[in-house]
């Protein structure tokens, strides 16, 4: 669900590798990408301006929890 309203096209992942294609104009924050892969390029990598390649450091039992800290780290920040 929370894919869904980030305009998450599809996300695939186990605990090595993981990929995420967004749709045209995504409800995330852009400027989070480009932090992610500019300062942990090992892990980030843009495949192509709508899809990330994330390469995974979490054991199998963790990795829903990492896929949501990614997902709410790309959310788009509201300002209250």
């Known amino acids: 669900l929370q ?5 998450i096209q599809k996300l695939e992942a186990n605990h090595k590798v ?3 294609t967004f749709k045209p ?6 400027m989070a990408i480009v932090t992610l892969v500019q300062t942990q390029g090992h892990i980030y990598k ?8 994330i390469k995974w ?3 199998p039992d963790t990795l829903i929890q990492a ?8 959310a788009v920040k509201t300002q209250n």
């Open 3 to 7: 894919a869904e309203k980030l305009g």
């Open 18 to 20: 993981g990929r995420i």
């Open 25 to 30: 104009s995504p409800n995330i924050d852009p």
């Open 46 to 53: 843009l495949l192509s301006a709508n899809c990330l390649q």
């Open 57 to 59: 450091h979490t054991q």
């Open 67 to 74: 896929i949501g800290e990614l997902l709410t780290n790309l």
